[in-house]
């Protein structure tokens, strides 16, 4: 049987009268790259929060690697690394300090640490440019230091809330070039937030489409489009699944064909 890497049932969560997450079901398997898609406000971040034990879970429950999470934070969080939305990376540092840095936090013990920033460097392409200021570096290259700050404790689980947003095209080959990389040689669990569609559709093995709190479809990219047409794109099914007219039956990438059908006797 597959491992689970991700387990999360009833995941709800609201901020005052907003529910941003309601009554999520999602499982990761160990060793996929699993996209989590969805447009502003769906949910994804606050999922990935609760997933990482930085926000307490109001309801629902959570599990890495068989861990409860709300149980077990510390010993969730030794599993987990996590690349946040915002920058992390501290300019004035050097690019081996900020690695040296997550090395401490995470408790690296003293006598591996150098060589799990050496590793960590190396595993992102910076280790011709450790030495030098953080500050220097191109959006691409912060955000694959960020992804060495995340991998030095050695997780199962990388967790990385729009790795790409805001590089050029060639940043954004860079990083998915690494996270490929990463992959195949560690088997690390992979879960990734997007709003690139041709990224989640040629980097990520399965999707889930949040869209309101809610999975509104999940499946591998081929699965997802099929059902929507012959020659759908994700990006049609992403319009698909947050088209209002979308009736939720809980049965994942049936509803997407669903929809598409009476949106097709509509039109
Ligand atoms: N700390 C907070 N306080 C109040 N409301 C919040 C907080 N965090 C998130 N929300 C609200 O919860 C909803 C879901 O937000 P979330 O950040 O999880 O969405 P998202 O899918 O990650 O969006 P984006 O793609 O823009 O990052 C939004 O309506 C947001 O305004």
């Known amino acids: 049987m597959t491992e689970v890497a991700v387990r999360c049932r009833g995941l709800r969560q609201s901020f005052g009268e ?28 606050t999922t990935i929060r609760a997933i990482t ?47 040296a840095l997550f090395a401490r936090l995470f408790d690296v013990p003293r006598a591996q640490r150098r060589s799990a920033v050496r590793t960590a460097l190396g595993a992102v392409g910076l280790t011709t440019v450790a030495e030098r200021l953080a500050g220097t570096y191109s959006g691409g290259m912060v955000r694959r230091l960020e992804l060495a700050q995340a991998l030095v404790s ?20 860079g ?20 709003h690139y569609m041709d990224e989640a559709d040629q980097h990520c093995e399965r999707l889930a489409l949040m869209h309101r709190g809610r999975i509104r479809a999940r499946g591998t990219p081929a699965e997802l489009k099929a059902a929507v047409g012959p020659d759908a794109t994700l990006d049609d099914v992403f319009r698909t699944i947050t088209d209002d007219t979308f009736e939720e039956t809980g049965e994942g990438m049936r509803d997407v064909r669903a929809t598409r059908r009476t949106s097709g006797r509509l039109g």
Do not use: C
């Open 154 to 173: 050695g997780p199962k689980l990388l967790v990385l809330d729009e790795p790409t947003i805001g590089l050029d095209p060639i940043g954004r080959e």
């Open 53 to 99: 034990t930085l926000l307490p879970t109001a309801a629902g429950v959570v599990e890495i690697f068989g861990v409860d999470a709300a149980r077990h934070k510390l010993a969730t969080r030794r599993l987990i690394g996590y690349v946040p939305q915002q920058l992390s990376a501290d300019g004035s540092l050097t690019g081996w300090e900020n690695v």
């Open 175 to 194: 990083v998915w070039d690494r996270i490929a990389q990463i992959r195949a040689e560690t088997g690390m669990t992979v879960l990734v937030t997007t």
């Open 18 to 45: 907003q529910v941003a997450v309601d009554g999520v079901d999602l499982d990761v398997r160990a060793g996929e790259v699993f996209g989590l898609l969805g447009p502003n406000g769906a949910g994804k971040t």
